[in-house]
């Protein structure tokens, strides 16, 4: 039929976000007090998605007994609800069935009845044009499988600093930061089977987090001659953090409801396990520190410090204490010689610190767990890491801070190299193995060795500065490159970082981070690729080595004019080089709905540069049907998919205004402005179809993945401030 076509377009509108804030501080020369209340209301590019925001903040410091003692305190409020968030991925997500819908059928239809009655079961289906489980109506995902997340978070401090003499200082400080989490997302009967029972499927999952921070600070800070001068500290400090403690309704297309539709405990069938209570763990930490500086003529600085940490998920091992230090020097060589005229300051700094991490929560002991309502017990199969140790991170840094002409122009240039060092690596155990004792698959083991260098430059600059107008400009540089020095006992071990159906992201010794895997095309000597003597294009057995997702380097150009009342800035961002992934390309033309695969079709053909293995002839052009069947879909050849990173766009603009407020004869107000900002603007280079930036999560398992995300928005604003 002739059916409307821009049905895609029309799943998408514009978004809306609204900040308001009110802020009221005051005070004398004893006590002063600030309070602020600030509002966000946004609506999302698809349907009904919303999210609200209010915060809440109050703080005072108060000065007692003769100015010795100040008291300060702060307590922030917040309430954050968001509904309708949109997953990435197949499932779940209304994207699949809205790009895959097919061309030749009514989509009003669907979206406007995107439920029907069923007689038959006396409640109201899902109306979709087929099973399948990547895809569902996306209206019925919107209106019968809704999220919700609603956040309740306090944050309370409490800082003691009494100046013990003039060049002695001990500060005590408390916090306390609490969080209530409610996550739902209700699964209507009729929904899509791989995920929700007949009946439909309950996702549910509540929980609080807690935190605890106290640290005692005792400072010191004189000159100790006319040369030298101290500062030194040492402390100790207290956390304890409780993730995670709620309870969770596990979905499933096995969990499901007793009588359709009805949300709630007793209606949950007991087949499996679909209530539990669930934990992250308590973990506590002890640590005393101590740092000095010591400094000469204000010229040479010598850093120093430790830190020694007492953590309880190294407990039973032995190696619950551990001490990292660090060590710095510093060297302001405009202090120490006569410089041209031209150096305005000239500083050189080099430094070495250690950071220890200590393993996760229930790694040295882990228990059994009862996995089903009549008790059953699942065995732990997982060895007691009783010698476990703490990773170790060792960072180097070298750099350099340079200004001339009066600080009209400055470059800063750092080096870093990190190790890190005992990674808690997964090994398996072989039955043969006298340490699996008869019952242990797996061990933890401490080994490994990765390997991050790179520089980090800014370049700063004044090119015009007068009277009326000044123009300021900033250029920063960063490049990194990672190694996998040390994979652990196994040389040949492979760690797969993330994947979907068709790449993979793998940690290979003598690889680096995020080197990306896909099925690559059979090719010959003259980099030809292979059909069989049926004319099927060969693709090898195993995913290779095509790349890797990191840029080779990023480039960020910022530029600041000021003229009279007027102020504007715009921001340049560049990403070069790397690689993507793009499952929902692949997807799209196995499917055969992509646009390419319709210039195809009416091309009648598709070219390549092909050779038949067995015989030699020539291959130049195949059938379109065919050769995206092959290449696309869920498996298909990844390198077809995969994408140069490399991008510039305009991150930000912005135009500003402050208001004459002498002219407005309002004595109440002291300052205003007004200001345009837009972010995200355009891409002035781009060679993926997609936003090379955008990732399916914020875990290091999502990077470069293009798995059905939504696409990237630009974002235009107006801030009005007025201050009274």
């Known amino acids: 039929g002739n059916y409307a076509d821009n049905y895609v377009d029309d799943f998408f509108s514009t978004g809306a976000n609204w900040i308001n804030s009110l802020s009221i501080s005051g005070g004398n020369d004893r006590t002063t007090a600030y309070f602020s209340y600030s509002n966000t209301t946004a609506t999302g590019i698809t349907p009904d998605n919303t999210y609200s925001r209010n915060n809440v903040s109050f703080k005072q ?13 702060n307590i ?9 968030r949109l997953p990435s991925g197949y499932y779940l997500n209304p994207l699949t069935g809205l790009y895959f819908f097919p061309r030749n059928r009514n989509f009003e239809d669907t979206r406007v009845n995107f439920q029907i009655f069923d007689e038959s079961r006396n409640l109201m289906a899902q109306n979709w044009f087929v099973n399948d489980h990547h895809q569902s109506n996306p209206y019925w995902i919107i209106n019968r499988q809704p999220r919700e997340q609603n956040n309740r978070r306090v944050i309370a401090n409490l800082t003691l600093n009494y100046q013990l003499m003039d060049a002695l200082n001990l500060q005590v400080r408390g916090n306390y930061d609490y969080a209530n989490v409610t996550r739902e997302q209700r699964h209507a009967a009729t929904s899509n089977p ?3 029972n007949i009946n439909g499927t309950w996702d549910y999952h509540k929980y609080e987090d807690r935190l605890i921070y106290t640290d005692a600070i005792l400072t010191y800070d004189s000159d100790l001659s006319e040369d030298f001068s101290l500062t030194a500290l040492v402390g100790g400090s207290y956390t304890e953090t409780d993730y995670g403690d709620g309870v969770r309704v596990t979905p499933s297309s096995g969990n499901g409801l007793i009588y359709p539709n009805e949300f709630n405990f007793q209606n949950l069938a007991l087949t499996q396990t679909p209530v539990q209570s669930v934990t992250n763990g308590v973990i506590k930490k002890q640590g005393l520190f101590a740092n000095a500086t010591l400094g000469y003529k204000e010229m040479l600085f010598l850093d120093l410090g430790g830190r020694n940490d007492w953590a309880s998920t190294l407990a039973l091992t032995g190696n619950d204490s551990y001490f990292y230090p660090s060590v710095g020097l510093t060297a302001i060589v405009s202090e120490m010689f006569d410089m041209p005229e031209a150096i305005s300051f000239a500083k050189f700094r080099v430094s070495q610190t250690q950071v220890a991490n200590e393993v996760p929560f229930n790694r040295i002991n882990p228990q059994n ?6 008790g059953s017990l ?11 140790k703490p990773e170790i991170i060792t960072s180097t840094e070298i750099g350099a801070d340079w200004r001339f002409f009066g600080n009209r122009l400055g470059i800063d240039f750092t080096y870093y190299h990190i190790k890190s060092e005992d990674q808690f690596i997964t090994v398996p155990l072989d039955a043969s193995d006298p340490e699996s004792e008869g019952r242990y698959t797996q061990k933890f083991i401490n080994a490994g060795e990765i390997v991050n260098k790179g520089i980090e430059m800014s370049l700063t600059g004044t090119p015009v500065r007068n009277e009326n107008f000044e123009w300021n400009t900033t250029f920063n540089f960063t490049r990194n490159r990672s190694e996998i020095v040390d994979i652990g006992p196994d040389d040949e071990r492979i760690i797969n970082l993330g994947s979907s159906e068709g790449y993979s992201s793998r940690l290979v010794e003598g690889g680096r981070f995020n080197d990306l895997y896909v099925l690559k095309f059979r090719r010959d000597d003259q980099g030809r690729i292979l059909f069989d003597d049926n004319g099927n294009p060969l693709r090898t057995q195993e995913r290779e080595l095509i790349g890797n997702l990191d840029p080779d380097f990023t480039l960020g150009w910022n530029n600041t004019f000021s003229y009279g009342r007027w102020n504007a800035s715009v921001l340049i961002n560049g990403v070069f080089g790397g690689d993507v992934f793009s499952q929902t390309e692949s997807m799209l033309d196995g499917a055969g709905v992509s646009q390419r695969t319709a210039d195809a079709r009416d091309a009648g053909s598709v070219a390549v540069n092909g050779v038949v293995e ?3 002839a020539a291959v130049t052009s195949v059938d379109p049907e065919a050769w995206f069947r092959f290449i696309g879909d869920r498996n298909g050849v990844g390198e077809a998919y995969v994408y140069d990173r490399t991008n510039i766009r305009v991150a930000q603009l912005s135009l500003g205004y402050n208001i004459d407020v002498a002219k407005l004869n309002m004595p109440f107000i002291q300052s205003a402005s007004i200001s345009f900002i837009g972010n995200n603007l355009f891409f002035l280079k781009k060679d993926a179809p997609f936003d090379p930036e955008l990732a399916m999560s914020t875990n290091r398992n999502s990077v470069g993945l293009d798995n059905f995300n939504l696409p990237s928005t630009r974002n235009y604003g107006l801030n009005l401030k007025v201050t009274f």
């Not at 767990?369 to 009549?374: E, K, L």
């Open 61 to 73: 410091s108060t000065k007692l007994l003769d100015d010795k003692l100040t008291v300060s305190s």
């Open 76 to 84: 922030i409020l917040s309430i954050e609800n968001s509904e309708n």
């Open 194 to 196: 791989t995920n929700v």
């Open 369 to 374: 767990n009862i996995s089903d309502p009549v």
């Open 378 to 388: 699942t065995r732990n199969t997982t060895k007691p890491f009783t010698d476990a």
């Open 614 to 616: 067995s015989s030699g």
